[in-house]
């Protein structure tokens, strides 16, 4: 199963609102987490089964979907949320992960 | 406090072979699905494999079947990665994780270059 992420990079402002994409070639029900990532460190999960945040992970983070096609909202940028967001499946083996989307600022 | 500790990275050759470890502490680790995940320099992860609890089931990504064996020692806590037949392209840093339940190492680093 490829995953495929768009936008590659999105660039924002503090304060604003991020929604990120994530597309499954075939059905995955909603075995689809989202990670963040920063420079340096490991993957962080922010939301397992496409909409359940993992826990201490604030309110703004929110994840939608099932099936294909699967969205990651930030509500609110705040400055730590500037990192590499991945999607990942974990239906099927072999589990992939997206490409990532970047979140800059702007 | 639930931790994962990997070891064993480092430098090695073409067609050489590394052991890589993990360290398990502050759950119960014979109840887990344990697993490898790997992020090669500027790219996206990539899910090596996973054992299941009890070592009696194992999956492997198509890019390191038949090279990679992971094992488990559930009286140590402890997860491992025996990689032989090293290739340029398993240059990683290499995750110890807790099936898919979001608890990961710091990971260790391998670089494959003569």
């Known amino acids: 199963i490829v995953l495929t992420q768009s936008p590659a990079t999105l660039s924002l402002s503090p304060g604003e609102r991020a929604t990120l994409s994530c597309r499954a070639s075939?059905?995955?029900?909603?075995?689809l987490d989202w990670y963040q990532q920063k420079p340096g460190q490991a993957p962080r999960l922010l939301i397992h089964g496409a909409s359940d945040r993992a826990t201490g992970i604030p309110a703004r983070f929110s994840g939608s979907g099932s099936g294909t096609d699967f969205t990651l909202t930030i509500s609110s940028l705040e400055p730590e949320d500037f990192a590499v967001y991945y999607c990942?499946?974990?239906?099927?083996?072999?589990?992939?992960f997206g490409q990532g989307t970047k979140v800059e600022i702007k | 406090e639930v931790q994962l500790v990997e070891s064993g990275g480092g430098l090695v050759q073409p067609g050489g072979s590394l052991r890589l470890s993990c360290a398990a502490s502050?759950?119960?680790?014979?109840?887990?699905?344990m697993s490898w995940v790997r992020q090669a320099p500027g790219k996206e992860l990539e899910w090596v494999a996973n054992i299941r609890q009890d070592g009696s089931e194992v999956q492997y990504a198509d890019s390191v079947k038949g090279r990679f064996t992971v094992s488990r020692d559930n009286g140590k806590n402890s997860l491992y990665l025996q990689m032989n037949s090293l290739r340029a392209e398993d240059t990683a840093v290499y995750y110890c994780a807790r099936g898919s339940s979001g608890i990961w190492g710091q990971g260790t680093k391998v670089t494959v270059s003569s």
């Open positions: 990942q499946h974990r239906g099927n083996w072999p589990w992939t």
């Open positions: 502050g759950f119960i680790f014979s109840s887990y699905w």
């Open positions: 075939q059905s995955v029900r909603s075995d």
